[in-house]
Every structure is written in structure tokens, then in C-alpha cells.
């Protein structure tokens, strides 16, 4: 299977990061993960991922932060928010990201988001 899609989830919470990449594990993605923002940013600037799925809350600089140096990059990239916190959702999407990813992540709709999105 060629994994030419690519999709960057930065999070400070381990137990996301691998559960994210173990649901996804047998679909044509390479998984792609950072637990801050500084390391989402040199691994965006490095692998250029398709998609970019980032908690709000991170130690130091913020995914808002962060999430607004990716655009600087590339305008067009596309970007979901994720967050247990319904009242950062509208704050993410009045920013202009694509989506907002409620945590506890729905293990069940989450790839057919990301499938949806990616081809």
C-alpha cells in the first residue's frame, strides 16, 4: 500500500497521538505526529502533510498560535482543531480552520473524516 498522503496531529496527550495513528493504521496515510507545536511546525515544514489536525491547548505556543503559523506558510492548508472544549469551536472556525474534532475522539468517524478530506 503507497502512503502518499500525509497527515501531521500535534498533541501534547500521548494516549491521542498513538490512538489516532493505531485507528488509522491500515489506510494509504503516513502518520505524522509532533506533542507541541514547535516540533508540528519543523515536522510540517519538513514533510508538507496534506492535513494538519492540532489540539488547541499546547504547552508554550499554542495550536491558535501555531495554527496561524502554518497559514503563513501555506494559506491553503487545511487544518482541523481538536479540543474536549465546545467553546473553542467557534474560535477555531471564526480563525478558518476546516473542522473541529471533539475529544474524546469518535474512533468510529474519524477516519472517514480524515479519508474524506485526504482523497
Avoid: C, W
Avoid at 498533541?11 to 507545536?37: C, G, Q
Avoid at 473541529?100 to 479519508?115: A, G, N, V, W
Amino acid at each position: 500500500m503507497t502512503l502518499d498522503k500525509k497527515l501531521l496531529i500535534v498533541d501534547d496527550d500521548f494516549n491521542t497521538l498513538k490512538l489516532i495513528e493505531l485507528i488509522l493504521r491500515t489506510y494509504p496515510i503516513k502518520v505524522l505526529t509532533a506533542n507541541n507545536a514547535e516540533e508540528g511546525l519543523k515536522t510540517y515544514q519538513e514533510f508538507k502533510p496534506d492535513l494538519v489536525i492540532t489540539e488547541i491547548r499546547l504547552p508554550k505556543i499554542s495550536g491558535l498560535t501555531f495554527f496561524e503559523e502554518i497559514k503563513k506558510i501555506n494559506s491553503d492548508q487545511k487544518v482541523y482543531f481538536m479540543n474536549n472544549d465546545l467553546a473553542y469551536n467557534s474560535i477555531g472556525l471564526d480563525l478558518g480552520a476546516d473542522r473541529f474534532i471533539r475529544k474524546p475522539i469518535d474512533t468510529r468517524t474519524l477516519p472517514k473524516e480524515i479519508m474524506d478530506e485526504l482523497y
